[in-house]
């Protein structure tokens, strides 16, 4: 028998729901066949089988929420390896590990999960992004120690490898940030709220993942806000003339769709402001990926537009539509929210004039973009009207210090108010 484990479908997953299963006890199995569908805290996500075999148990009933990260959810029986999860579709983003050198070692016996049979008749037991990485940096799997569940060979073993430096063991413990210590935290009771005044709604995997995220980064992120005003008439005239000339094509674009064009834009302007703090140094994105703030049913995600500064403002439209619309029904794969470079929260629908965002590591900045309304200006010593909007940009002094910072906005800027430079 070999136990199939419950799946880190995202490196910040630590539980997860299991919303269906495909196969029942009895089923035979083989690889790439669907066998259960997991909500993560963003998404709902296939497992799919890697080898054949027969379904032995089912151990975790479908509708079951909390299962912990490589819990037992079921039995596979014979020789066939355990399946390995990964979304549809997509390879999954491993969940991060604690550190422990990494050195060559045989392959583990036949019995553990994952297997795959190399040259020499031998089996390696590998998730099948581990054997991607692998192949592509050229790295011999044999070398490597696996550290996954029953030693199987996983991304961060092979990340380790490819730096000569070290990977983890399942499940070991991570290292404790400097003053991460959480506070106690008190019942509403001991803080005088009386038991029945209220309703208790319980956390989802969502909100726990958002609400440690967030803390860890107000914590942790050295931050500081830089606002700024812009005037958008420019802008409106040119969206009205733009859409007009769509409108045979169904699209529209909208006002956070030129926010989003000249987010990229100034970041390759400025790509100081494009890059992640690291350990080992500054990583400069070669691609302004740029997330944007959608609010779903519990939550918020960010799905991102790919390589922002290539697209022109009808593709991001189509993009920003389609992303949205799949955010909120939860179908949206890992690697269409995890990973930009950048972040855009656009409040103004709400008629929020500004706001500061939290930054949304590791990306160096976020900017927050309130309404744009009718204000009185000054222009050449006479007092006049116009439509302004208030930007702030929250940054990660490590990476994106005050100078960077305000490069980057007057960048932005420029290319907002003349929104002709953007089609350049």
């Not at 955010?327 to 949206?332: E, F, G, I, T, Y």
Request: charged share 25%; with cysteine.
């Amino acid at each position: 028998m070999t136990d199939i484990l419950m799946p880190a479908l995202s490196p910040t997953m630590e539980e997860g729901g299991l919303a269906k299963w495909h196969v029942k006890p009895g089923d035979k199995i083989e690889p790439g066949q669907v066998i259960a569908e997991i909500e993560t805290d963003k998404a709902t996500m296939e497992v799919e089988a890697v080898d054949d075999g027969e379904i032995a148990e089912i151990l975790v009933p479908e509708g079951t929420q909390g299962v912990k990260v490589n819990t037992p959810i079921a039995r596979l029986k014979g020789d066939a390896a355990a399946p390995a999860p990964k979304p549809a579709e997509a390879p999954k983003a491993e969940a991060p590990k604690a550190a422990e050198p990494a050195k060559a070692e045989a392959p583990k016996p036949a019995s553990a999960p994952a297997a795959a049979k190399a040259e020499g008749g031998e089996r390696i037991f590998a998730s099948p992004l581990a054997r991607r990485l692998a192949a592509q940096a050229g790295l011999d799997l044999k070398a490597i120690k696996g550290s996954g569940p029953h030693g199987r060979i996983v991304k961060s073993d092979v990340d380790g490898a490819a730096k000569g430096g070290v990977a983890a063991p399942a499940g070991a413990a991570q290292p404790a940030k400097a003053g991460a210590e959480p506070r106690q935290v008190l019942s509403l009771e001991q803080m005088g709220i009386a038991p029945g005044s209220y309703d208790l709604v319980p956390l989802d995997g969502m909100r726990r993942t958002i609400a440690r995220r967030l803390t860890d980064s107000f914590r942790d992120v050295p931050h500081f806000p830089l606002t700024i005003d812009l005037e958008i008439d420019g802008l409106l005239a040119a969206r009205a003339k733009l859409n007009a000339l769509l409108e045979k094509s169904g699209v529209k674009v909208s006002v956070n769709d030129f926010v989003l064009k000249a987010s990229a834009m100034a970041l390759k302007l400025v790509p100081e402001a494009n890059a992640s703090y690291t350990p080992d140094g500054i990583a400069m994105h070669h691609h302004a990926d740029v997330a944007m703030a959608v609010a779903i049913d519990g939550g918020l995600i960010t799905p991102i537009i790919r390589a922002c500064e290539t697209k022109g403002l009808a593709q991001i439209a189509k993009e920003s539509k389609d992303l949205a619309e799949r955010a909120r029904s939860r179908k949206l794969k890992p690697e269409e929210f995890q990973g930009g470079t950048f972040s855009v929260s656009n409040l103004g629908m709400f008629g929020i004039k500004s706001f500061a965002s939290i930054i949304n590591e590791p990306q160096g900045a976020i900017m927050s973009v309130g309404v744009g309304e009718q204000r009185p200006v000054v222009k050449n010593g006479v007092l006049a009207v116009a439509t302004v909007m208030t930007v702030t940009l929250t940054c990660d002094h490590r990476v994106v210090d005050g100078a960077i910072g305000a490069k980057f906005l007057q960048a932005f800027k420029s290319l907002l108010e003349d929104p002709v430079t953007m089609l350049a």
